[in-house]
């Protein structure tokens, strides 16, 4: 269930970023960042993607948007910054010609994919996503690229649910997160009895 959209602010860019809460979404007590609110409306889109791209290091080639909502804005990101895009999707929404990474959790089910049409070794990659939860999307992201001969060291997220341990998780790939805002595991009492 979503409740009503609730206004976020981010310290790190000053940035104003609404969103609505998807209710025990994807567990039992973590509810979700829902930025679908915030990125319909073209001002707040770009304020975003213009966050998220000041932390783009300068070797990067390659965005990886990360099923469902880091596919849009990785696509906004290398069209601004004039890079290669790819979508990385769940196991079983890409069904012909790929290569898996499986990590079994919540997120993933049975895994991700990548095209085997993406060209990524030797090049450096960075994995884009809408929110940090646990980490394993992203991580298997890395995997996977890594395993494909590319270089993946930076994940970039909009929103990261504090307590998950993403963060830490993907510290231990050696991966560097940034998150423009993070939220709370459960949204504030107001916005759940709105």
Request: proline content about 3%.
């Amino acid at each position: 269930m979503i409740d009503q959209s609730q206004q976020a602010t981010t310290s790190d860019h000053d940035l104003d970023i609404p969103f609505r809460s998807w209710k025990n979404h994807p567990a039992a007590g973590v509810d979700f960042p829902d930025l679908s609110i915030a990125t319909s409306e073209a001002s707040r889109t770009r304020s975003v993607v213009d966050a998220l791209a000041s932390w783009i290091p300068a070797e990067i080639e390659v965005l990886a948007g990360l099923d469902i909502g880091g596919l849009g804005l990785a696509g906004a990101l290398a069209y601004r910054n004039g890079l290669g895009f790819i979508d990385i999707r769940k196991v079983d929404s890409l069904r012909n010609e790929v290569m898996r990474s499986i990590m079994a959790n919540y997120e993933l089910g049975e895994g991700v994919v990548i095209s085997k049409g993406a060209r990524l070794a030797g090049r450096s990659v960075a994995i884009v996503d809408d929110c940090l939860i646990s980490g394993g999307t992203a991580l298997a992201t890395a995997r996977l690229i890594r395993r494909l001969g590319g270089h993946c060291d930076t994940a970039h997220f909009v929103f990261e649910i504090e307590g998950m341990g993403g963060r830490e998780r993907l510290a231990q790939g050696g991966i560097r997160v940034e998150v423009l805002r993070t939220v709370p595991r459960t949204a504030p009492e107001a916005a759940e009895s709105a």
